[in-house]
């Protein structure tokens, strides 16, 4: 079995019941040499390992698109994600390690049902409990390195409290082949001289490509670090670092991926507006 893309949906009602998904899933099942039978169906019972534990399982419909020689192409559309109790932190660290390293590889495991339709006479029958066990390995978000800014789209001054709110759209380009979806994340912002405030990253959903995101920073022009960012704006442009912690999320099972996320993008001079 080969998994080309899983999308991963954690803005579920309960986030450790995340949805999963994915349009690339291929099985290799014996090819009868000069027979070519048509496909119904199939169902996937997935169990994902890391570390040589198992650490969550997927239960699912495999509606099938082609099969070519002996192997089935299929998809699956969004199925719950079942983690158990005892290995939260273990599907946790997992999730971290595909945020923030550059690859990532665990194990799939499982059985899958594939039915075929015979005809009027000999309606479907089905294969059973075809089992494949193998370490794949998908490309992490690898700390989302290339950041860029698009545009300034809103500035507001509240003075009495000593804050400004820049809204501005990024571009984050993920060469990833895991989908995340995530909801809002607030993270740590800072400029060369220090902290300068927070950054919300609105409703965001990281996929492979460029992914063009909403944001709010909050500014705390009470610290000089501030002030000195905001004056290098007006000037020069300057550097934008932002760190994740464990407050950046609401998410229990992301805030391991949270505390690994530092990246940063150049602002350019009076946000690029002549």
């Given at each position: ?7 991963m949906?954690?803005?579920?009602v ?10 690339g ?6 090819k ?41 192409t ?66 992490g978000?690898?700390g989302?390195?290339?950041?860029r ?20 759209k990024i ?10 979806k ?33 944001t ?20 020069a ?38």
């Amino acid at each position: 079995m080969n998994v080309d893309h899983i999308t991963m949906d954690f803005t579920t009602v309960d986030p450790w019941a995340p949805l999963a998904s994915s349009n690339g899933i291929s099985v290799s099942i014996l090819k009868i040499p000069g027979i070519s039978l048509p496909l119904a169906s199939g169902r996937a019972h997935l169990t994902i390992a890391d570390n040589d534990t198992d650490i969550a399982y997927i239960d699912t419909s495999l509606p099938v698109v082609s099969m070519s020689g002996g192997t089935v192409t299929a998809t699956f559309s969004p199925a719950p994600v079942t983690i158990p109790p005892n290995a939260r932190e273990a599907f946790s660290t997992l999730m971290a390690d595909l945020v923030g390293l550059e690859a990532k590889g665990f194990t799939i495991k499982g059985t899958v049902d594939i039915t075929f339709s015979l005809g009027f006479l000999l309606g479907q029958r089905t294969i059973s409990n075809v089992g494949f066990e193998m370490v794949h390995v998908f490309k992490g978000l690898n700390g989302m390195p290339d950041v860029r800014f698009v545009s300034l789209t809103g500035n507001t001054v509240d003075a009495a409290n000593k804050k400004q709110t820049l809204s501005f759209k990024i571009n984050i380009k993920s060469f990833s082949n895991v989908t995340l979806k995530l909801g809002d994340f607030i993270l740590n912002a800072a400029g060369p001289a220090g902290p300068i405030g927070t950054m919300i990253l609105k409703a965001h959903t990281i996929k492979s490509g460029d992914n063009i995101i909403d944001t709010v920073m909050i500014v705390d022009l009470s610290l000089a670090s501030a002030a000195d960012f905001m004056q290098s704006l007006d000037t020069a442009g300057t550097t934008l670092v932002l760190t994740g912690s464990d407050g950046s999320t609401q998410l229990a099972v992301m805030k391991a991926a949270a505390r690994s996320l530092r990246f940063s993008t150049v602002i350019p001079k009076k946000f690029g507006v002549a």
